[in-house]
């Protein structure tokens, strides 16, 4: 037997409401465009515009909220330890082990069902993901050191997306531009992909020399572009979610990776086609007039 003495210093308050407040506090979802979201929301994912969005985020806040009752529990427990049970009141520490089959079978059955419990929503999320059969539109995706290239499979449609004049210039070393002056610097691109609402898209990603990834959170995907290699991913913006969404490269694939932003520009099916019809159109008197020309 002996005495162990147990005291909370001033200073550890602090650090005990400062754990607590960062595992109770829930931020809220982002917006699509971070020229309409709050600080706060930035801190969390968003809810996006697609139906495989919605489900991350679902599974997301499921294991949020059970980290945050479990932590709840071990800090309550630490700190109720703490408090009451120290050498002031009258609290001795006994070297004793005592085994406690009953307890460890408890201890061990109530984590294995929390997994199973987040397995099976997660598990059905990696399968909705995957299911890119039944598309309505295809869309080939390359990467490349710095940019990406669209191709709609069977529309004639086909052209070169990079980082937009404006955040290039700004990013210029004395350029004497204030990226500050620029909208969404280096998250604007002067040929964004456009897609229509309310339709089944796949996206089919390879790359010509390293592997990026195509990432756009507001629609809940993220996918390898690997050289070689055709990738498949979907996604399907809601009817009444018409708008512009951004992501990026999340790949590091050199020294221009910052510089490989994605635009996704999604409009009616009614106005997507009238886009469609025109840019077929452009692209094949293009190819007349260099036909003609050579």
Known sequence: MYRVRLGIRPGMWLGILAMIAATVVAVPAGAADEATASGWSLLNLPVGVTSISRDVYS????????????????????IWSIIFHTRSRGAVADVTLVHNTKVEIIW??????????????????????????????????????????YEYVGKGVSFISKLDARSMAASELDSGISPY?????????????????????RLLLTAVDVIHSWWVEDLGIKKDA??????????????DKPGIYRGQC??????????????VKALSKSDFQAWLKREAAAEKAAAASMASSS
């Open 226 to 239: 690997i050289p070689g290699y055709i990738n498949q991913s979907w996604f399907e913006v809601d009817a």
């Open 108 to 149: 061990t059955t109530i984590p294995v069902l929390i997994l199973i419990g987040m397995a099976i929503p997660a598990a059905h999320g990696l399968v909705l993901i995957n299911d890119d059969s039944h598309s309505q539109l295809d869309v080939k995706v390359t990467g490349f050191q710095w940019g990406w290239q």
């Open 59 to 78: 599974i997301h806040m499921m294991a949020f909220w059970v980290c945050v009752a479990i932590g709840i529990l071990v800090f309550g427990v630490m």
């Open 181 to 201: 002056s620029v909208p969404n610097y280096l998250r604007n691109v002067d040929h964004p992909l456009v897609v229509p609402v309310g339709t089944k898209i």
């Open 250 to 263: 999340a790949e590091l694939c050199g020294r221009g990776h910052g510089y490989m932003p994605i635009v």
